[in-house]
């Protein structure tokens, strides 16, 4: 989430060691590129003066936070880059009237996820044929060989529930919502194994979809509907778990917003788990699971700096053998991979996850791999042809859960 802060002194804090553009996945595959301290740091003093710096080019930074995770300094440069985009948007400059109406509707995540669901077997159908992945690679620059995931009957949370002493808020995501309901129930389930009463407010979009795309207002605008529902929770110090990582960050910082959110607790899924095993309060009741996986840790957790907390749970597991994919962003990054442009550079950036995926099953090393992110499940199930799954459902399966 984009918040003011002083331009200038965030600004000031880069040294210039291009640490930042060395360790961008951009970058590395796209030599027109001219990475993230030229757009951010360098660019931003002639923005501080008027002057609009590389219009065009910023729609290729990918806002995978790679930038923010390396720089010794701190710099928000991906805050820096999504407010010039924003503002090149509103003034017109750095895009055409096609990409505007593309962007617009990826923003929208929610949006057409409930249009999207009113008949999700008209639209999968759609989906899958290629006269109208062609009509909308035309019409709106959204690739046709792009990855468009799945939609299924909207998540319902209600009725799942058992009341407990302890509550936890739980925030679904538009993925989980629209396109993978039962991860949704799994991770309920979970919770409520562990003796918490789940709890899901009618909630929003998290905002990430309207940053990535350079709404930053409305997507501050939203982040405020999803707070004025939180506030009971917040002031009670109900936790707010989430097990997207995208949606995590966006919550994680929602703290910045106003005076309300400062005593948000908001967690990762296995974050939280990890918690309640170092305090002795996780049910390790665990059937013998004889499975290995590939685990890739996806931009957005890396961000959160909260290490891989699902890996060491599940190697609590036994039999479960989890191997550490460790080889960068998959290259999706929400909607960019999905943008005809940026399609061929999205999947030059995931190649290494993918042959590492590759060699891994062909070796025997693992049969699948998981992921707490739905977009990076999409992307290396396109890329490498194996399948991938959110983490909790080994959970799932360990506790003989249906």
Same mark, same amino acid.
């Given at each position: 989430?984009? +918040?003011?802060?002083?331009? *200038? @002194?965030?600004? &000031?804090?880069? #040294?210039?060691?291009?640490?930042?553009?060395?360790?961008?996945?951009?970058?590395?595959?796209? /030599?027109?590129? /001219?990475?993230?301290?030229?757009?951010? /740091? &360098?660019? @931003?003093?002639?923005?501080?003066?008027?002057?609009?710096?590389?219009?065009?080019?910023?729609? +290729?930074?990918?806002?995978?936070? %790679?930038?923010?995770?390396?720089?010794?300094?701190?710099?928000? #440069?991906?805050?820096?880059?999504?407010?010039?985009? @924003?503002?090149?948007?509103?003034?017109?400059?750095? $895009?055409?009237?096609?990409?505007?109406i593309r962007d617009y509707l990826f923003g929208?995540?929610? =949006?057409?996820?409930?249009l999207a669901t009113i008949l999700p077997g008209l639209t999968n159908t759609l989906l899958r044929t290629p006269l109208f992945r062609q009509v909308l690679e035309q019409a709106l620059g959204i690739?046709?060989?792009?990855?468009?995931?799945?939609?299924?009957?909207?998540?319902?949370?209600?009725?799942? !529930?058992?009341?407990?002493?302890?509550?936890?808020? +739980?925030?679904?995501?538009?993925?989980? %919502?629209?396109? &993978? /309901?039962? *991860?949704?129930?799994? #991770?309920?389930?979970?919770?409520?194994?562990?003796? =918490?009463e789940v709890i899901v407010p009618p909630f929003h979009c998290c905002s990430t979809p309207l940053e990535g795309n350079g709404y930053v207002r409305e997507a501050k605008e939203t982040a405020? $509907?999803?707070?004025?529902?939180?506030?009971? +929770?917040?002031?009670a110090g109900v936790p707010l778990i989430t097990g997207c990582t995208s949606c995590g960050t966006a919550l994680k910082e929602y703290a910045g917003l106003d005076v309300s959110a400062s005593e948000l607790q908001a967690y990762d899924l296995f974050e939280f788990l990890w918690a309640l095993h170092e305090q002795s309060e996780f049910r390790t009741d665990?059937?013998?699971?004889?499975?290995?996986?590939?685990?890739?840790?996806?931009?957005?957790?890396?961000?959160?700096g909260i290490g891989t907390?699902?890996?060491?749970?599940?190697?609590? #597991?036994?039999?479960?053998?989890?191997?550490?994919?460790?080889?960068?962003?998959?290259?999706?990054?929400?909607? =960019? !991979?999905?943008? $005809?442009e940026k399609y061929d550079t999205a999947m030059q950036i995931g190649n290494p996850v993918f042959e590492r995926v590759r060699h891994g099953v062909a070796n025997d090393e693992f049969q699948s791999v998981i992921t707490e992110c739905g977009g990076c499940q999409v992307q290396i199930r396109h890329g490498s042809g194996t399948e991938t799954f959110h983490p909790v459902w080994v959970l799932m399966q360990a506790y003989g859960l249906e």
């Open positions: 989430m984009i +918040y003011e802060q002083d331009r *200038t @002194e965030n600004l &000031d804090a880069c #040294i210039k060691c291009s640490a930042c553009t060395a360790m961008c996945p951009v970058a590395a595959v796209n /030599p027109l590129f /001219p990475g993230p301290k030229v757009l951010g /740091p &360098d660019a @931003e003093r002639f923005r501080l003066e008027g002057l609009q710096i590389g219009a065009a080019l910023l729609n +290729y930074c990918s806002k995978c936070r %790679t930038c923010e995770i390396t720089c010794p300094s701190g710099v928000k #440069i991906t805050e820096m880059i999504t407010r010039a985009q @924003e503002n090149a948007k509103l003034s017109g400059s750095g $895009k055409n009237l096609q990409s505007n929208r995540a929610e =949006y057409l996820g409930k690739s046709s060989e792009a990855p468009l995931p799945t939609y299924r009957k909207k998540f319902n949370p209600f009725g799942e !529930g058992h009341k407990n002493r302890k509550q936890v808020v +739980y925030f679904p995501g538009c993925f989980v %919502t629209y396109n &993978d /309901p039962p *991860t949704g129930h799994a #991770i309920t389930k979970v919770l409520e194994h562990n003796g =918490y405020k $509907k999803n707070l004025a529902l939180m506030n009971p +929770y917040i002031r665990f059937k013998e699971v004889q499975v290995s996986l590939g685990y890739h840790s996806s931009c957005h957790l890396k961000a959160q907390p699902s890996v060491r749970l599940l190697r609590l #597991i036994p039999g479960v053998r989890v191997t550490d994919l460790d080889q960068g962003c998959c290259g999706l990054s929400g909607s =960019y !991979g999905f943008k $005809k």
